[in-house]
T-cell receptor, first 114, second 113 residues
Framework: DVKVTQSSRYLVKRTGEKVFLECVQD?????MFWYRQDPGLGLRLIYF???????EKGDIPEGYSVSREKKERFSLILESASTNQTSMYLC?????????????FGSGTRLTVV | KQEVTQIPAALSVPEGENLVLNCSFT??????LQWFRQDPGKGLTSLLL?????REQTSGRLNASLDKSSGRSTLYIAASQPGDSATYLC????????????FGKGTKLSVKP
């Protein structure tokens, strides 16, 4: 089974800190995604990447950046954390090879910015 | 712009009941549709994936159907159990995109013993 691992389940950070959220997948998927999930707003796409060193903005990229130096790892960076970035962050991966185009999600990181 | 709607937002049923969760989408040009389950505070677990050329998929007590022309999908859960209590999310992958999923806001299911 494909596994998507997010490094932290819970994080508490201070306003203005630089925050790194890490995501690693173990099935050689070319596509990786970062979503945030908020009550009443559902899941919203922040950034995605379809290859190493490639990145594309999603629907809400402001205040975030990403890094994909290796195929298996996709990092989300909050350059200067703010309280409105308190949220659940979900990483996902998928592949367009072999006819199975489903997504696999990690277990999420609950980030609180104080 | 693709929009995905799930009705109802919440549902409470007694154990043993068969139930149907609904998902509708505005643009029929989809690549596939995926149903997920999410337990409180956790990530998403994939339940069923239906390609655009398929009409339904089954896994155990779950059956998902897809009617692209009407922009609808249903998730049927047979003989519901308290362990089925969770939020169920439907998501469509748009054609021509790099794989971006558009999610509904989910149906929160509670199965009472």
């Amino acid at each position: 089974d494909v596994k998507v691992t997010q490094s932290s389940r819970y994080l508490v950070k201070r306003t203005g800190e630089k925050v790194f959220l890490e995501c690693v997948q173990d099935m050689d998927h070319e596509n990786m995604f970062w979503y945030r999930q908020d009550p009443g707003l559902g899941l919203r796409l922040i950034y995605f990447s379809y290859d190493v060193k490639m990145k594309e903005k999603g629907d809400i990229p402001e205040g975030y950046s990403v890094s994909r130096e290796k195929k298996e790892r996709f990092s989300l960076i909050l350059e200067s954390a703010s309280t409105n970035q308190t949220s659940m962050y979900l990483c996902a991966s998928s592949s367009d090879r072999g006819g199975n185009y489903g997504y696999t999600f990690g277990s999420g990181t609950r980030l609180t910015v104080v | 712009k693709q929009e995905v709607t799930q009705i109802p937002a919440a549902l409470s049923v007694p154990e043993g009941e068969n139930l149907v969760l609904n998902c509708s989408f505005t643009d029929s040009a989809i690549y596939n549709l995926q149903w997920f389950r999410q337990d409180p505070g956790k990530g998403l677990t994939s339940l069923l994936l239906i390609q655009s050329s398929q009409r339904e998929q089954t896994s155990g007590r779950l059956n998902a159907s897809l009617d692209k022309s009407s922009g609808r999908s249903t998730l049927y859960i047979a003989a519901s159990q308290p362990g089925d209590s969770a939020t169920y999310l439907c998501a469509v992958r748009r054609r021509g995109s790099q794989g971006n999923l558009i999610f509904g806001k989910g149906t929160k299911l509670s199965v009472k013993p």
